[in-house]
């Protein structure tokens, strides 16, 4: 799970050029479950996989505790076959990233961190890099996109089911947003509930 030395030539205006990817120890065919947020933060520190103490970690935490599931590390989170990444591996300057970027960086990189995975079973989408950067994956292998347009909030109660794999569309659970919007922070948590529950019947 190790990915270090890795460079992108692609000429992206809107992220810094700074690849980050999830520096994870776990058994690829123990994980069932997928969750993909954004990008990564502006301090590598508090990144996935990096301390348990850095605010991704934390509003994870917090997440999960929504849901219900109390964590403390992400161990817990192994144990329960759930892996965490980012939509891009670079941080964006702005507030929004084109589509070019994310697709090349989906195509590019997304998809064979998620093929290293033979067991999965849902892949929750949690914000709209996310959306976005799955479906451009399945429309290149498969040929169609698994999740519809329109807003999240009208699409996540839906099954989108592709080649033996739910997509769950929801809201990011990292950054500064996470803590402000209440109402997406309580489908955050049902989405999670979903995908424990969807992962017991699998």
Do not use: W
């Amino acid at each position: 799970m190790k990915k270090s030395n890795v460079t992108c030539d692609y000429p992206c205006a809107d992220v810094r050029k700074e690849m980050i990817f999830p520096q994870a120890d776990l058994d690829s065919e123990t994980i069932k479950i997928v969750m993909i947020s954004e990008c990564p933060p502006a301090n590598r520190s508090d990144y996935f996989y990096e301390n348990c103490s850095g605010a991704f970690f934390q509003t994870t935490k917090t997440a999960f505790q929504d849901a219900g599931v109390v964590i403390e590390n992400y161990e817990d989170l192994t144990r329960r076959g759930i892996y965490l990444t980012t939509a891009i591996k670079c941080g964006k300057t702005g507030y929004l990233v084109s589509a070019k970027t994310i697709k090349e960086c989906a195509l590019r990189f997304l998809k064979p961190e998620l093929e290293q995975f033979p067991n999965i079973v849902m892949i929750l989408c949690m914000g709209d890099f996310a959306i976005k950067a799955v479906n451009y994956i399945c429309k290149e292998k498969y040929g169609k996109s698994p999740i519809p347009p329109g807003s999240t909030y009208k699409i996540r109660k839906q099954e989108y089911v592709q080649n033996g794999i739910r997509f769950l569309p929801s809201y990011t659970h990292t950054g500064d947003s996470f803590n402000i919007e209440k109402v997406k922070r309580q489908m955050i948590a049902e989405d999670i509930r979903t995908a424990l529950g969807y992962l017991k019947s699998h």
